[in-house]
């Protein structure tokens, strides 16, 4: 994408990052990207990217047409941006509850909403302001979901037989020695490979003690131990819920 096309997200109120083939190369977590960033050293070759921060915005993802039309309904009032293979929709965050992510929350949809995640754009957007809010009807769908991902634990063998997500830049069995993989992947690999080792079997003080390896293996990781420790008591309470 263009120099100018990254400056107009910025003028719009998004955090950007610039990505290559859907990648980011920045720990966007940590950086923000600036205007004064962008007319450095902004190449055509990278497109745009905007980062979620958890508070302001969501995007329901849908990876094809299919199951867009399906649920087109839910999310008719968003703002649709269509991709190569479906369609992203846009809103607001609700103000008192802000959504959390949800990925896999039907098959071929996620709700994009981490504080560590992003969305590459396919051309312009609305000002952040003007993001229409969410019906009462998605949010209903949202909340009240249970996400369609096995709840019984997995054997090695289907573990290993499972396609890596492309949002995870390194396999879960390897984080434990070489960990995290690329800055701005992290939070997304953290959470399934904690949830990975619930349908395991292993116990939470496990969990803990391998959590902590990884992280110890990755150099760019930014969290504290009790960060760590709180993700994987969220894990287990919702885990606890499902059995």
């Keep these: 994408m263009r120099k100018i096309d990254a400056l107009d997200a910025l003028r719009k109120g998004y955090r950007i990052t610039p990505v290559i083939n859907k990648k980011p190369f920045l720990p966007f977590k940590t950086l923000e990207v600036d205007k004064h960033w962008v007319l450095r050293n902004w190449k055509n070759e990278y497109d745009v990217a905007v980062v979620c921060r ?58 994009k909403a981490s504080g560590n995640n992003y969305v590459v754009t396919h051309g312009p957007l609305p000002e952040l302001d003007d993001l229409p809010e969410p019906s009462d009807e998605l949010l209903d769908f949202i909340t009240n979901t249970i996400p369609e991902k096995t709840t019984r634990k997995l054997t090695i063998k289907e573990i290993e037989n499972i396609e890596s997500d492309t949002f995870i830049s390194q396999p879960l069995f390897d984080v434990i020695e070489n960990g995290w993989g690329e800055p701005g992947t992290h939070d997304d690999t953290i959470t399934n490979f904690i949830w990975m080792m619930f349908m395991l079997g292993a116990s939470t003080s496990a969990i803990k003690y391998l959590t902590l390896l990884a992280d110890s293996a990755t150099k760019t990781s930014t969290y504290t131990q009790d960060e760590l420790f709180e993700k994987i008591r969220k894990a287990h309470m919702k885990w606890s819920c499902k059995q």
Excluded: C, M
């Design 54 to 111: 958890g508070v302001d915005w969501f995007v329901v993802d849908f990876d094809n047409e299919e199951v867009f039309k399906k649920l087109e309904l839910l999310v008719a009032n968003g703002f649709v941006e269509q991709t190569k293979r479906g369609y992203h929709v846009y809103f607001s965050q609700p103000r008192e509850s802000p959504l959390i992510q949800v990925i896999g929350i039907v098959n071929n949809v996620d709700i």
